[in-house]
């Protein structure tokens, strides 16, 4: 159930906000959980978590009736079984550079899932030059339920910073286009930038705790600055 409401809500164009777990710890995952976020986010990708601790933390954060999207650290067939084995709700997959990728994710989702495959969020990752150059088939295959901009990857491909004006033009172009053709897109936020992403069309916004926390002092502080 936790699943199918997930696709709908990626889907529905309402802003959605997917909190990074920052690591292995159930008990983190539980208040994040409570925190009113639609979902949270572990990453298997750049963090070293072990099946095991996938289960308890997809646990912690079901027990308060929060979804899970994991990122996989490949996108092979056989260990995305596993990962899906786990009982999380959704995939972001990264390296996605064209609708075959997303086709074989899909397909492998059916595999492993049967019947329940169909309430099994994805989320495609853009984040190398090949993918933004596909970036209309990707919208168009209508395979992946949002798309998450990588602006770091993206950038470290054109030799520059994320914060360079060349990589967000490129970001802003990608959004206006996903936009275009009735997807929902979006990339990592802070409480700084995400207004100013939000106005631009955003509407998937990826957030990791020390961001969360930099912008609460930030907060505190000038509330008590003087």
């Known amino acids: 159930m936790l699943a199918g409401t997930l696709r709908q809500k990626l889907r529905s164009g309402t802003p959605f906000f997917a909190l ?4 292995a710890n159930p008990d983190l995952v539980e208040l994040l959980a409570k925190s009113g976020a639609d979902a949270v986010y572990l990453d298997a990708e750049r963090s ?21 999207l994991l990122r996989p650290h490949s996108d092979n067939a056989a260990e995305l079984v596993r990962y899906l084995d786990t009982g999380v709700d959704g995939l ?15 397909e492998t989702i059916r595999y492993a899932r ?15 030059a090949a993918a933004v150059e596909a970036r209309a088939a990707l919208f168009a295959a209508g395979t992946a339920d949002a798309f998450f901009l990588g602006p770091n990857d993206i950038a470290w491909g054109m030799g520059l910073e994320a914060s360079a004006e060349e990589v967000q033009a490129l970001l802003r172009l990608t959004l206006r286009d996903g936009i275009q053709a009735g997807r929902t897109v979006g ?36 509330a008590t600055a003087g």
């Not at 049967?114 to 495609?124: F, H, I, S």
């Open 187 to 222: 990339l990592p936020v802070d409480p700084a930038s995400v207004a100013e992403w939000h106005e631009q069309g955003a509407r998937y916004f990826s957030v990791r705790l020390p961001a969360v926390f930099k912008g609460l002092m930030q907060q505190l502080q000038a």
């Open 20 to 23: 990074h777990s920052a690591g």
């Open 114 to 128: 049967g019947k329940a495959a169909d309430n099994t969020a994805l989320v495609a990752q853009i984040e190398s």
């Open 48 to 68: 070293p978590l072990d099946l095991g601790q996938i289960v308890a933390m997809r646990r912690a954060a079901h027990a308060v009736g929060c979804p899970v």
């Open 92 to 106: 972001i997959c990264p390296r996605i550079e064209s609708p075959a990728d997303l086709v074989a994710i899909r």
